[in-house]
């Protein structure tokens, strides 16, 4: 790989665009050159920085009043159900119409799950943002399981995991993938870990990948026709942990 | 700022607020990097909300965030077309412009060298900077956390487009950065 592709390829590579085997080839290319190291390095720095620093802006309160103000109002007596609007939603695997074109798509990893990492991702900011993070606080899953009831076609298993270093906090409504879900919020020491859970037809057992994206990592299982994604800034160690943790808690749970 | 009779439907509305609303600091957010002006940005996301609405009945996804972009961009692009006849035209590098090879233009920095810290508004300053359509898949990329495809569905072009152009941004910001970095020495 000359130095000319490698500083095209880096960028996904920083991304996590890239498939395994180019991956490789980058970081192969790298070992053996300063200069691509030392360039790569700057822009995972910047990256860090610009992650860190508050670069979002806010909409104005009077812009939300206007778009609000031009919309038709709902008719209180003729709320649907909750399930309808959802329906409303379902559209099913979310495959881009328009294809990629050239070479360089090949290269790259090619899914939904990568897109709908993404989504958690940004629904992760999103809810360390003042005021967002909760909808329900409570430390008592007796409590938070409840208010999703109603709320969601399938409530989130809501599990205290407080014996085992991470403190319930809460939940949440959520959307990820054009659809509404429900994202229960878990403490370790000043860390955040929103657990988003996800219904799906599939009911395959899938058993954990741990990625990183924009410097939160991510952890994806699913069990019993439920997607789960684990995100926080905690080390990939200690959100396997949690996995763990709940997961095996869940098993009690079934077994018990 | 009127919809038409047919457009109506207050289930359709309802459905609208819940799949859309949420994104309006997303809006906002892209609008101002795009635009560079807060009330212009103001009229841009209202319109592409407005034209999003009307469009709601053939919403078949992917994503509802993308989705919106793509309109919110056009409104955007519309808005650049009339600044272009007005006397402070947006600067826009011609298309080929992300042609022109990243590895001529990037100084060396002595190794080791940790880059500066900025502040918030430095780094905004810096992104705020960059040429057309290097802001554009720089902002769509860091700031909202698009997947490259989701860019390239955007910003209606190739894949491989916005891998060159997030390269070519990335050096840009970066010498921006350096040059920031001597001047505060
Ligand atoms: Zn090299």
């Known amino acids: 790989m000359t130095c000319e592709e490698a500083e095209v390829l880096i960028h996904a590579l920083i991304d996590g665009e890239l498939d395994a085997g180019h991956a490789r080839e980058v970081e192969v290319h790298i070992e053996g050159c300063a200069h691509c190291a030392v360039l790569m390095k700057e822009y995972q720095e910047i990256r860090q920085a610009i992650a860190e620093s508050d670069l979002r802006y806010k909409a104005p309160l009077e812009l939300r009043r206007k778009i609000e103000k031009a919309l038709p109002q709902p008719q209180p007596q003729a709320a649907p159900s909750r399930r309808s609007v959802l329906r409303g939603f379902a559209m099913g695997s979310a495959v881009s119409a328009m294809a990629a074109t050239g070479l360089v798509a090949i290269v790259l990893r090619n899914d939904d799950e990568q897109r709908i990492e993404n989504e958690v991702v940004s629904a992760h900011l999103r809810s360390l943002q003042a005021g967002h993070l909760i909808d329900v606080v409570s430390t008592d899953q007796h409590t938070v399981k409840p208010w999703f009831n109603g709320k969601l076609d399938v409530s989130p298993p809501v599990i205290d995991l407080t014996a085992q270093g991470f403190t319930l906090i809460g939940g949440r409504l959520d959307y990820v993938n054009a659809r509404e879900i429900g994202a229960v919020v878990y403490k370790r020491r000043q860390h955040v870990i929103n657990l988003f859970v996800a219904q799906t037809a599939n009911t395959e057992r899938k058993t954990a990948k741990v990625s990183t994206l924009q410097g939160f990592n991510i952890r994806r299982w699913s069990d019993r026709g439920l997607n789960y994604w684990a995100v926080s800034d905690l080390g990939a160690d200690e959100l396997s942990e949690f996995g763990d943790k709940f997961e095996s808690a869940m098993r009690a749970n079934k077994e018990g | 700022m009127v919809v038409n009779a047919s457009q109506d439907d207050p289930e359709k509305a309802r459905r609208f ?167 505060a020495k």
């Open chain 2, 17 to 183: 607020r819940e799949a859309a609303l949420p994104y309006l600091d997303d809006a906002y957010t892209l609008a101002r990097y795009l635009l560079r002006d807060a009330a212009d940005a103001e009229d841009a996301v209202q319109e592409c909300y407005l034209r999003a609405y009307k469009h709601f009945d053939s919403y078949r996804g992917p994503a509802m965030k993308p989705w919106l972009f793509a309109i919110l961009r056009n409104v955007c692009r519309a808005e650049y077309a009339r600044r272009k006849t007005a006397p402070t035209a947006v600067e826009e590098l011609p298309e080929g412009g992300d042609q022109t090879p990243m590895w001529n233009e990037a100084p060396e920095t002595p190794e080791k060298q940790m880059l500066r810290r900025f502040d918030g508004d430095t780094v905004r300053r810096l992104v705020a900077a960059l040429a057309e359509p290097f802001r554009e898949t720089f902002v769509l990329r860091e700031i909202q956390n698009l997947s490259y495809r989701e860019i390239a569905d955007v910003a209606a072009v190739p894949v491989g487009t916005v891998m060159s152009r997030l390269a070519r941004a990335r050096a840009m910001l970066r010498s921006a950065w350096l040059a920031e970095q001597e001047q």
